[in-house]
């Protein structure tokens, strides 16, 4: 067997330069190639998956285990390694960090994803829709919505009559009878009605509904309805002390519950770019932490204020509900918080990357909504393209003074956003103003105070209603010109993009070309493949 000290000249080759450049920039982005490859396996598993293939569960229970194991096992040897720069060290680092773990990951990625769904032949040879009623009883798990007279709701089946459903999975539920308005989240039901297919979908017709009550010693009943008298408390107080208008925007805002929203109120803000205010996202998080922060950080020592810290914001996504902007931000916000506590240097590319995996470990359905994306695909402009377009400005002589104001930095921020989600927004809603860095740039002194208030009043009011509305009496006063600006930058004088529809492959092709950019203007300002 030959060796290298053999061959010098090799290793003199650009051949072998690039191919040890690239093993050193896979070692140092593996965790952007365990997303990847995660995504990758997701995508096959949505895609590829044939009828015939079965894997029991607590085969695939083993494999996600197995991929955490190996995980923990590959940084254990990262951080303990001595990094030693000879050919051995760093092809035992590329093979534990990288090459092993993103293997794993395409594995896991694809067995997460059919095992939350149900086996196709199910949809299938279920016919359109089935004779006789069918006895169903579960727990209301999204908010119902009026829609044309008919109520629309997700439900949590804890038993079933129908052989295709068992208890735990989740059904679509739509109330044919206009009476039956008193329904909330997490309420227990039992209906009957009649199953029908609907886009490939189960949906279960009902014709009679009866409200159950919750079960005491059951405990999973118990935090359900715990989360129920919190919620239903705080959204007591914004329906008793404001006007119907600002009730509804309350409850966007803090609740993250958007069906009081008029149409008209809702396309105020659509059409001024400004609407992802009004969906709770990690702006609201990280605005929560830092008033968390500022209020108790004199008080507690670090580790004390770090677990009230994560109490508090995990109480926060319980009382919301599973929603991908939410628990992405608590993930990002724990983790720095935890890696500043143990005096290590926070990398936002690496957090954004492990909460795409953890969220998608927890909810692998979130992969097909519109907010996993649009909350993802807009930290990726701040986190990824920001520092290219600086790094960029930076390169052609432009002082960091100018780019470190704060008017410049909010619009160079909004821009990477656009940047980024854009298409994203053309593909899901078919719109995107032009006008939104600047309607941004007006509008978030009073979204903040705005939210600052409305945090405060519901914290007071879970303690003492009375006190929290007396706080929510200032609230108008702020959501008058909140609106007003979001009027103004809607009007039609200000130029927008539409477009009906956007194909799966050009948004590939928009976002291959973003990366191919990105990534020459980075080697050229870096230098990286000097050789």
């Known amino acids: 067997m030959y060796r290298k000290k053999d061959y010098p000249g090799m290793q003199k080759s650009p051949a072998f330069c690039i191919m040890k450049k690239l093993s050193g920039a896979a070692v140092k982005y593996y965790c952007h190639i365990w997303a990847a490859l995660f995504g990758l396996g997701l995508f096959f598993g949505t895609r590829v998956r044939e009828d015939n293939i079965s894997i029991p569960g607590h085969v695939q229970y083993m ?14 040897v990262h951080i303990k390694s001595n990094r030693n720069n000879d050919a051995k060290s760093r092809g035992r680092e590329l093979l534990l960090l990288v090459v092993i773990p993103a293997i794993i990951f395409l594995i896991c990625g694809y067995l997460i994803k059919t095992s939350g769904e149900k086996p196709s032949y199910i949809i299938k040879n279920t016919p359109a829709s089935i004779s006789g009623d069918i006895h169903m009883r579960g727990r209301v798990s999204s908010h119902p919505e009026m829609i044309y007279g008919s109520i629309y709701m997700d439900m949590v089946l804890e038993s079933s009559g129908h052989e295709a459903l068992k208890g735990g999975d ?15 989240r997490d309420d227990i039901l039992d209906i009957v009605g009649e199953i029908k297919v609907r886009k490939d979908r189960l949906v279960l017709e009902a014709w009679s509904v009866e409200n159950i009550p919750f079960a005491d010693r059951d405990l999973k009943n118990i935090t359900f309805r715990l989360r129920q008298s919190f919620f239903r408390c705080i959204s007591g107080a914004f329906s008793h002390y404001l006007r119907s208008e600002d009730s509804a925007l309350a409850h ?79 993930i990002w916000i724990l983790g720095s918080t935890a890696a500043a506590s143990w005096k290590r240097k ?10 795409f995996i953890f969220i998608l470990v927890l909810q692998p359905d979130m992969v097909e909504q519109a907010g996993f994306w649009l909350s993802f695909s807009a930290m990726a402009g701040i986190v990824f393209i920001r520092p290219v377009i600086r790094m960029s400005f930076k390169a052609i002589n432009i002082p960091s003074v100018f780019l470190d104001n704060h008017m410049i930095s909010t619009l160079l921020m909004t821009f990477c956003i656009q940047l980024s989600c854009g298409p994203l927004v053309l593909y899901y809603f078919g719109t995107l103003p032009l006008i939104s860095p600047i309607s941004n740039l007006v ?62 492959g050009k948004l590939f092709i928009y976002y291959f070309t973003i990366l191919a950019v990105l990534s020459i203007i980075k080697i050229l300002t870096a230098k990286r493949f000097d050789f």
């Open 346 to 355: 926070s990398r936002p590319s690496y957090m954004l990357c492990l909460s």
């Open 443 to 504: 509008i978030l002194p009073f979204f903040y105070t705005l939210i600052l208030l409305l945090f405060i009043a519901s914290a007071v009011c879970i303690i003492w209603p009375p006190a929290g509305g007396a706080l929510l009496y200032l609230a108008p006063f702020i959501i008058r010109p909140l609106c007003a600006i979001a009027g103004f930058f809607s009007h039609p004088r200000f130029l927008s993009v539409d477009m009906e529809s956007i194909q799966q």
């Open 252 to 330: 966007a805002l803090i609740l993250g519950d958007r069906r009081y929203l008029s149409d008209n109120q809702y396309g105020l803000f659509r059409q001024s770019g400004t609407a992802h205010l009004i969906a709770i996202s990690g702006m609201h998080i990280s605005f929560l932490a830092a008033i968390i922060f500022l209020m108790l950080e004199k008080i507690f020592r670090r580790p004390i204020l770090l677990l009230l810290l994560a109490a508090i914001l995990l109480f926060y996504n319980f009382i919301l509900g599973p929603a991908a902007s939410v628990m992405r931000a608590t």
């Open 63 to 76: 494999v996600i285990a197995l991929m955490f194991l190996i995980l923990g096992g590959s940084l254990f």
């Open 170 to 184: 989740t059904i679509s539920v739509i109330i044919k009878r206009p009476e039956y308005k008193e329904i909330f």
